[in-house]
């Protein structure tokens, strides 16, 4: 039987951003908490004959992506074996969530195995920094403390489980345009909290609609809320699932349709890949969302 695996893709959270001013070739130093979530992309991939080829349930996916340059790359370290790849998508693009960055992280997760270990840990690291500042904190999951661009990572301990909601205002966020304008005004480079705090810089420049979700998130019952990364999603925790889902009921009757309750998820929950059935369905509960956003 041939070699099949279901990789799970989560997206990620930023518990806390801070961003730093550009360096001398024009990039940003980064401070921040990631979090790894439940709402999840799901990559299949089984050794075929005939050219690699991916196949995605989302029509947007453009022909060249982080799963193409994966590829390319991995290719340089090593002979790849002819792949099926099917990647099922949940993760809204342009929402700060870091869906192409994970789907990304879990292909050269999965050639790690299909390579027999010649994709060894170096090698994929290298090979997630080239394909995009994201990628590496999805090979290490869970909670981590990110720096440099985000590929300076620091594990931090699992924390008991938090319910989530996330909500995706019906725009769309560039991340380049979004640093842009934080270089227009001048900011502080905070450091690190000695404890957890909800903070994120991009909020001086996010979209009004995206504010305006945060506002209504705190206003369903979150504890706490947050803009997603660069934006446009955001997020609130809630302090138990049953509140999360009320919540999303509600933005369901204001007639917000891009919305999914979620959970923080543990370092080996975010890193699931699993051999599967010949149906190629996965061996987790994937948290689906309340109203699919794409």
């Not at 999360?244 to 349709?257: D, N, P």
């Not at 923080?264 to 996965?282: D, F, I, V, Y």
Request: proline fraction near 7%.
């Amino acid at each position: 039987m041939s070699v099949r695996l279901t990789v799970r893709c989560p997206a990620k959270v930023n518990l806390f951003l801070s961003v730093g001013p550009p360096d001398a070739i024009g990039y940003h130093p980064i401070r921040t908490v990631f979090q790894a979530v439940s709402l999840s992309d799901t990559l299949v991939i089984s050794v075929a004959d005939g050219p690699t080829r991916i196949e995605c349930d989302w029509p947007g996916l453009p022909a060249e992506n982080t799963l193409t340059k994966a590829l390319r790359l991995a290719a340089e370290f090593t002979d790849l074996p002819s792949l099926s790849i099917r990647l099922d998508k949940s993760i809204p693009a342009q929402s700060g969530l870091g869906g192409g960055s994970s789907d990304a992280a879990g292909l050269i997760r999965a050639l790690g195995v299909l390579t027999d270990g010649r994709l060894g840990p170096r090698e994929q690291h290298e090979i997630a920094c080239a394909v995009g500042a994201d990628v590496p904190f999805f090979l290490v999951g869970g909670r981590a403390k990110g720096e440099g661009y985000g590929e300076r990572l620091t594990p931090l301990p699992d924390t008991e489980p938090q319910s989530l909601l996330i909500v995706r205002p019906p725009i769309g966020v560039d991340t380049a345009a979004a640093y842009r304008g934080l270089d227009i005004s001048p900011r502080a480079w905070h450091d690190f909290p000695e404890n957890e705090a909800f903070y994120n810089d991009f909020e001086r420049v996010a979209p009004r609609e995206s504010l305006e979700a945060r506002e209504a998130l705190l206003a369903t019952g979150a504890k706490h809320a947050l803009l997603c990364g660069s934006g446009s999603a955001t997020f609130g925790v809630f302090p138990s699932a049953t509140e999360a889902e009320a919540a999303a009921q509600r933005f369901a009757e204001k007639g917000t349709l891009h919305a999914w309750v979620a959970r923080t998820l543990a370092r080996n929950e975010s890193l699931e890949l699993q051999p599967c059935s010949r149906e190629g369905k996965g061996h987790w509960a994937k948290d689906g969302p309340v109203m699919k956003g794409l």
